[in-house]
T-cell receptor, first 110, second 112 residues
Framework: SQQGEEDPQALSIQEGENATMNCSYK?????LQWYRQNSGRGLVHLIL?????REKHSGRLRVTLDTSKKSSSLLITASRAADTASYFC??????????FGSGTRLQVQP | EAGVVQSPRYKIIEKKQPVAFWCNPI?????LYWYLQNLGQGPELLIR????????DSQLPKDRFSAERLKGVDSTLKIQPAELGDSAVYLC??????????FGPGTRLTVL
């Protein structure tokens, strides 16, 4: 079963614009992670935010976490065509196993 | 550093046939995961190993799926017999800390 739900399911933007993806989940978590998957490839870890953190940055990525609303957002600033991929949020409830959402498919038009 | 290696990358079989997937995790990673990913969906955990022990296999359909991780390094996932609904991508991942997971490229299985 999918714990997280990403919104939107698909997003198309122009190069240079910002992309925002949201994730909602159902149960208490230890941490929340975001992964990227290029077509036909494995997943690549982007960023991890722990339940006691509210915001985290990594390069052009900004992640927020609101545990009271059980939601997270991923912001990609100044997007590039190479950012075209599917993005998944994944939650760890302390079992050392991740439960993934269904993903947001991002298309960045050059 | 070599990443997670999976083979084969693609497999096409007839229904009711057996199939096996192999995974070699990153050296030193004690935790190994097998996930199933259906088209347009996120991965779903099948089984998690800590060294050679399967510590979470609650989502593994044990009537037809089996897995092993002898010697606590590489792992094999088997389906016997395969059904049409097993067509999916099978992903292997490994982790050292239990937080960040490193994924292999996956094996795309097509059951005809």
């Amino acid at each position: 079963s999918q714990q997280g739900e990403e919104d939107p399911q698909a997003l198309s933007i122009q190069e240079g614009e910002n992309a925002t993806m949201n994730c909602s989940y159902k149960t208490s978590i230890n941490n929340l992670q975001w992964y990227r998957q290029n077509s036909g490839r494995g997943l690549v870890h982007l960023i991890l935010i722990r339940s006691n953190e509210r915001e985290k940055h990594s390069g052009r990525l900004r992640v927020t976490l609101d545990t009271s609303k059980k939601s997270s957002s991923l912001l990609i600033t100044a997007s590039r065509a190479a950012d075209t991929a599917s993005y998944f949020c994944a939650t760890d409830t302390g079992r050392r196993a991740l439960t993934f959402g269904s993903g947001t498919r991002l298309q960045v038009q050059p | 550093e070599a990443g997670v290696v999976q083979s084969p990358r693609y497999k096409i079989i007839e229904k009711k046939q057996p199939v096996a997937f192999w995974c070699n995790p990153i050296s030193g990673h004690n935790t190994l995961y097998w996930y199933l990913q259906n088209l347009g969906q996120g991965p779903e955990l099948l089984i998690r190993y800590e060294n050679e022990e399967a510590v979470d296999d609650s989502q593994l359909p044990k009537d037809r799926f089996s897995a092993e991780r002898l010697k606590g390094v590489d792992s094999t996932l088997k389906i016997q017999p395969a059904e049409l609904g097993d067509s999916a991508v099978y992903l292997c991942a490994s982790s050292f800390t239990g937080d960040e997971q490193f994924f292999g490229p996956g094996t795309r299985l097509t059951v005809l």
